[in-house]
Structures are given as structure tokens and as C-alpha cells.
């Protein structure tokens, strides 16, 4: 196998770990480790595999292969094999010792063969190895320090070798050994990190792509720099400088292989990526500097803006050993000292940059867990010590305006980021803390406020609910809801709505809280309960100020329930939200916030209840046909149903991350008034009775449109059931 071959396996899971992991675990060096014996054992063909590291004053076995030709189906022989790896895995020899003990040593790699100067040595090892040796291949595993070794033994006779490795062979364990060596002293050494200048060069030589070292050669289009935008280079880490085509670009990449940010940079741009070079993370600072005056440095790395620096601030600020800088235990606790503050921002901005909608700041017993929600799963991505908990949660409560000496009581508070960065990230922060048991829980939800709006088709409706919903959003009076739990995509929903009704002769006014995306000639109004400024005083100002579509954030209370439904009923168009499950149980919440169920009827256009389901990776899904119970579940929601779906890839791929899901899309029930169904809500008829209806009047629950995604190659099953469960309603 080619050295390209195996570059190629390695090169995803290896490189991107390397650029961009802050520390790595045993469960990763042990994940490298058979990986990487795998893939020699693979591409050299080999009977036999050693892998050892260094370990104080010794050299351990971390990895033992032997190839099934060694006993030829005897099945003595196999266990005896398998007896002895056993015994070598718990074996340690001490450091200097033997021929892996010299190759650690001298950092030199050895190369024997069966010749006539090294047969009888070869013929020797017999003894130890229980088969016969015809050539032997030893290299170091180093980078800065000395670290380990890999051995192999015989090339396997169906390689046509006669069983001897040759030059190309060293050549590629060699390569494979400095993968791996970066990978381990990572491990061992939290604070190594490969000089951006050397980790550009080692990237460039495993993509084969070229490297730009004098970046004042390039010829930069101005113009290109300045559509693309800085927000979009700094978040994706890719640096376009020249058009290729009207509709594609040449781009400078720290990680070419983070395949995730260069089909994001082209979703935002619209622009293809045709031509790649690699750039070190110095030089792309200093593009940003020239190009963004106002922008501070940030170095882009595979998933996140600056995560090194997150690792930075942490080993600097938090090291046992002091760190570059004397960091006392009063800066643990201060809540202004730079550690925090810089912390604390770096956690924010990488976040942002994650794609997260959440960050959870969670104390445990021994220290503080920080998590992000990320396409609606939590996601664990720092644990830093118990000891800065205090502080940083201090430090959000300053930012966030809330009392710092209030530690009993819930409170809520607002970021407004930009006024704590000087980087080009326009998001503010909704912040709600509580006491836990171990100390106070932070979450913060991110608002971009940069982010426009989606077209009601990107939405995820049917075709059927589009058509639908978009006739009720044109009805000229009548009230709209929409519902379901918080991050189920209710205001984007209600922003695309108004986007496609927002013409100069409608008067819109929104009353929100918070204002989550800025509408171009829509009147928008932040609520302040600090000042009195709630929905209900907002609704009753509305309608004193000739508005033909009034959106309110949340019906929360009777009070604004009651002035929701008036406004409906008088002549204006009213969309709002509800936290309930589904479609039909909404007329309840209303009916039980005090609203006389005739007024229910007369009011309600309809209701929309919806939910977020992942989307497969479209790079990686696997096809399957379903059978037994999935296939019932299909029929049950669907009628007939013949063909095949999708599952998540298990391992996943660059594109998605390795989790096998990328981005999410929308599943919608919708429940259009009618005749028969102002009849069951005035005569108060019980939620059951709602939906059949309903169904019978056209509307798919949320569990069929769960399954027409399915079907269309969209989602899986797994994550529909995990989100909806199946109607219990035919």
C-alpha cells in the first residue's frame, strides 16, 4: 500500500485532533494507538506488531498483533500466540535495553534483513518470538522528546516480498510513527503545541496541498475580502483571496481536512471552493490584523475560533506549577482578575462558533463542567477546577447586570457581547442562574443577532403544510400560535412568517423578549419587566398605534391571553407562542388561562406545534431497508410503505463531526381552523376528540411529519421516536 493510502486513513482522525484538541485522554491515546497498529499491521502487511511506550525509567507493551499465518488454523499454536501477547502487554523492560531500547535511545530507526551479516542474529530470535524472523523494522516514536517505538516483524509471503520489508516500507512507518508521536506528547504534555510554522508545513506535506509562507506575495482581491465578511472568515477559519469562476474561490485553510467549515464558509457564501493552500495560524492572524483593523487576533482551528486559547488560559491560569505567570489564589477568586475575564470570554466566543444555541456553566462536587447544546444535544466540552467556579459565575453575573451578592434566588439577566469583545461577534446572551446543590448554574441561550431570517421553504414544511400555512398567514384578522419547548424553532418560524408578509403598506409591531433577530421595517419592541414593560402593557399600547399584524413573544398569563384574543378579534392579524405539546392541546392552555371558549373558536386561524429533529449526514448516512417493528411504525404513520431509509453512520465523517448528524431540520403539526372544529371547542370537547378531527380535516401530527422525513432520506427513525413517540390517536 502506497504511503498516500494509509496518509489518507490517518489524516482525519489524526491531524484534526492534533491542530485542535486542547488535551487529549487515555481513551485517546489508547484510540490512536490501535488505530495506528491497525492501519502498519494493514499497509505493511505485517505478521507481527509491536507498539511500546516510554513509561518513567521503563519501556511498556501497549499493543501486541500476530498475524493468523503465524499458526496456519492450529489451534494450539493460536493460543499459544495468544498466552504470549498476554504475558508481553503486562510485561516492562527497562529503558535502554535490547533493540527497541537502542532505537528509543538514539532516536534512529533499524532496519534488519536476512542477510548474510545479520542472519545469524535473525535466526536467534527464534527463541524469543516462537516463529521464524526473515526481516525486522524498528523506529522511534519522538517528537521533542523520546516517547516510544514501533516494531514489526515479516512481511506476510502473499506480498511477494519473500517475506523482507523494503525502503518504501520504513519510509511509511516512519511517517506513520511522527503521527502518532505528535498525538501522545500531546497526551503527556497538556501544554505542547506544535509551532504554527512547523504544524503548517507538516500539513501541507500530509494534504499535498501547497503551502503559502510569505503571505505579502499573495495577489489579494480586495473586493472578494469584503463581501465574504469578517464574521464568516473568522467563524469557518477560511481565508478567501481570489475568485476562480463567478460562482468559486481560492482559499488559504489552516486544516483543509475540516471538510464541516468548508461546506459551512460555502452555504454562507454561495461561493464553491475550487483551490486550497495552507496557511500556518500565524500568517492567518496577520491577514485578519490587515484586513480587519478593529479585529483582535484569533487563530482559526477546525471546530472552534480560538479553542487553543481556552487551553491557554486554563494551563496558564489554573497550572499547579505557576505557568508563565504568577497566578495567586486571590485571582481564582476574583472575578476581574484577566484569567477570568479572559476565560470567560474565550468560553463565550467558542462556543458561538461551535454553532451552539446554549452553554451550561455546571458545578459538580469537584469542579465546574462546561457543556454546549449543539444541534439540540448537550454536548460536555471543558472541566476546569472547583476553585474558579465562584468567580466566573460572578463575572457573568457582572456582565449580565443581576446582584452579585444574591446566591439563594433565580435570576435573569442579558449580555450584550460586543460591549466585552473586541471581536466581530454581534451576539447578546439570555443568562438565567440558579442554586444547585454543589454552588450556581449558569445558562446562557446565544442570540445572533447577525443571523437573517430563513425562507418559509428552509423550514422543513410539507408541501401540503406550506401551502396551508402560508394562506393563514395572509387572512386579514385572526390569531396564529405556535408551540412547543424552548429551542423548537418557534421564532424563526414566526421571523420567516413576517418576513414573507413584511410589505410598506403593513404596519407590524413585535413585543419580544428578548428581540432575537432585527427585522428590516418591522416596529420592535424589548420587554423590560425590571421597568413594568410586559406583554400585556405592550399589547394594550399596540393597539392604540393602527397595527395590522401584532407578533407577541410568549402568551404567558391570562391577563395577555385575554388582550391576544381581543386583538383578534378586532380586526388584526395576531401570532404568538405556546409552551404545550401539541397542536390541539394548546385550545386547552388557553381555555384554562380564563379565555371563554367561544372567543377560542372565533379567534384561532390555527396552530402550528413543532419540533427539531437532526439531520443525517448526507456524507456519510447508511441505507437500509427497515423491517419488524420500524416497518410497522411506517405503515402505521405513512400507509404502505416499500423502499429504503437511512441510519447515522456511526463513526461519522469529517463533514458531521463524527457523530454521523449535521444540522437540523423542522417537523410540523398543523391544525387549521374549521367548521366542525369551532363546534368541538365551544362545546369544551376534551383534547382527544380535537385531533381526530383535525386529522380528519387534513392536519398531520407530528409523529407522520417525523416519519415523511424519514422516509425522504432526511432524518432516521431513531432520532424521530427519540423527539416524537407514535400517535396513540388513529
Not at 526481516?135 to 517475506?163: D, R, W, Y
Request: aromatic letters at 6%; a negative charge; glycine letters at 6%.
Amino acid at each position: 500500500m502506497a504511503s498516500s493510502n494509509i496518509a489518507s486513513t490517518l489524516r482525519r482522525t489524526l491531524l484534526i485532533k492534533v491542530i485542535s484538541k486542547p488535551a487529549l485522554s487515555k481513551e485517546d491515546v489508547a484510540s490512536v494507538i490501535e488505530l495506528t497498529a491497525s492501519k502498519v499491521v494493514e499497509a505493511l502487511q505485517a505478521q507481527s506488531m509491536t507498539f511500546y511506550l516510554v513509561e518513567g525509567n521503563d519501556i511498556a507493551f501497549k499493543h501486541v498483533y500476530y498475524s493468523p499465518t503465524l499458526w496456519a488454523g492450529d489451534a494450539a499454536k493460536q493460543k499459544k500466540f495468544e498466552e504470549t501477547a498476554v504475558k508481553l502487554l503486562a510485561l516492562k523492560v527497562p529503558l535502554g535495553k535490547g533493540i527497541v531500547g537502542k532505537v528509543i535511545e538514539s532516536g534512529e530507526p533499524l532496519f534488519f534483513r536476512n542477510s548474510d551479516s545479520q542472519a545469524p542474529f535473525m535466526a536467534s530470535m527464534v527463541q524469543t518470538t516462537g516463529f521464524e524472523v526473515r526481516s525486522m523494522l524498528t523506529v522511534p516514536l519522538k517528537t521533542t522528546i523520546p516517547l516510544g517505538a514501533i516494531q514489526v516483524l515479516n512481511k506476510e509471503k502473499a506480498a511477494g516480498t519473500e517475506g523482507e520489508f523494503t525502503d518504501e516500507d520504513l519510509a511509511l512507518l516512519k511517517e506513520v510513527a511522527e503521527y502518532s508521536a505528535t498525538m501522545i506528547h500531546r497526551m503527556v504534555d497538556p501544554k505542547f503545541v506544535p509551532n504554527p510554522e512547523d504544524t503548517a508545513r507538516f500539513v501541507s506535506k500530509l494534504t499535498e496541498l501547497p503551502l503559502v509562507t510569505k503571505i505579502e506575495e499573495l495577489e489579494i482581491d480586495d473586493k472578494l475580502i469584503e463581501v465574504v465578511g469578517d464574521a464568516v472568515i473568522r467563524r469557518e477559519g477560511i481565508f478567501p483571496y481570489k475568485r476562480m469562476s463567478p460562482s468559486s474561490v481560492a482559499v488559504l485553510m489552516t486544516n483543509p481536512l475540516d471538510y464541516g467549515k468548508r461546506e459551512s464558509f460555502s452555504q454562507a457564501t454561495e461561493q464553491a471552493i475550487e483551490e486550497v493552500s495552507v496557511i500556518s495560524a500565524t500568517s492567518f492572524d496577520t491577514l485578519l490584523k490587515k484586513f480587519f483593523k478593529d479585529a483582535k487576533s484569533a487563530a482559526p482551528g477546525s471546530d472552534d475560533v480560538d479553542i487553543t486559547s481556552v487551553a491557554d488560559v486554563i494551563n496558564t491560569a489554573y497550572s499547579t506549577d505557576g505557568g508563565t505567570s504568577e497566578i495567586s489564589a486571590k485571582d481564582l477568586e476574583n472575578e476581574d482578575s484577566a484569567p477570568i475575564v479572559q476565560l470567560t470570554n474565550r468560553i463565550i466566543e467558542d462556543a458561538y462558533v461551535c454553532g451552539a444555541s446554549d452553554i451550561h456553566i455546571e458545578p459538580m462536587e469537584k469542579e465546574l463542567l462546561v457543556r454546549y447544546r449543539i444541534d439540540g444535544l448537550c454536548q460536555e466540552k471543558l472541566r476546569l477546577p472547583k476553585a474558579v467556579a465562584n468567580s466566573m459565575v460572578t463575572r457573568l453575573k457582572i456582565m449580565s447586570n443581576l446582584d452579585i451578592s444574591e446566591r439563594r434566588l433565580p435570576q435573569d439577566g442579558r449580555i450584550v457581547f460586543k460591549n466585552y469583545t473586541k471581536k466581530n461577534m454581534n451576539i447578546d446572551l439570555r443568562v438565567a442562574t440558579g442554586p444547585m446543590k454543589d454552588g450556581e448554574k449558569v445558562v446562557m441561550r446565544i442570540l445572533d443577532k447577525s443571523k437573517s431570517t430563513l425562507p418559509l421553504p428552509a423550514l422543513g414544511f410539507s408541501d401540503a403544510n406550506l401551502s396551508r400555512y402560508r394562506e393563514c398567514i395572509r387572512q386579514p384578522y385572526g390569531m396564529i400560535l405556535h408551540c412547543g419547548p424552548t429551542g423548537s424553532g418557534k421564532s424563526m418560524t414566526l421571523y420567516s412568517a413576517l418576513g414573507e408578509v413584511n410589505t410598506p403598506d403593513v404596519n407590524i409591531q413585535t413585543a419580544e423578549d428578548p428581540i432575537e433577530y432585527t427585522l428590516a421595517g418591522v416596529n420592535q419592541m424589548q420587554m423590560s419587566r425590571a421597568i413594568g414593560l410586559t406583554f400585556e402593557r405592550a399589547l394594550r399600547c399596540y393597539l392604540r398605534m393602527d397595527p395590522d399584524i401584532i407578533l407577541v413573544g410568549e402568551i404567558r398569563d391570562k391577563e395577555t391571553a385575554q388582550i391576544a384574543v381581543e386583538a383578534a378579534l378586532t380586526g388584526h392579524l395576531l401570532v404568538s407562542t405556546l409552551h404545550t405539546n401539541d397542536a390541539p392541546s394548546t385550545v386547552a392552555r388557553i381555555g384554562e388561562m380564563g379565555v371563554e371558549c367561544f372567543n377560542i373558536s372565533a379567534a384561532l386561524v390555527c396552530v402550528c406545534a413543532q419540533r427539531l429533529l437532526r439531520r443525517v449526514c448526507k456524507n456519510c448516512k447508511v441505507a437500509y431497508d427497515p423491517v419488524d417493528r420500524e416497518l410497522a411504525i411506517l405503515n402505521t404513520a405513512l400507509g404502505e410503505f416499500s423502499g429504503q431509509i437511512f441510519k447515522a453512520n456511526p463513526q461519522g465523517c469529517p463533514t458531521c463531526g463524527g457523530t454521523g448528524y449535521k444540522g437540523r431540520v423542522g417537523i410540523h403539526e398543523l391544525m387549521c381552523n374549521s367548521e366542525e372544529l369551532v363546534e368541538c371547542i365551544n362545546k369544551e370537547a376534551e383534547v382527544a376528540v380535537l385531533k381526530r378531527v383535525a386529522m380528519k380535516n387534513g392536519m398531520k401530527t407530528l409523529h407522520q411529519d417525523s416519519m415523511l422525513k424519514v422516509k425522504m432520506g432526511i432524518t432516521t427513525i431513531e432520532e424521530s421516536l427519540s423527539n416524537v413517540p407514535p400517535d396513540l390517536i388513529k
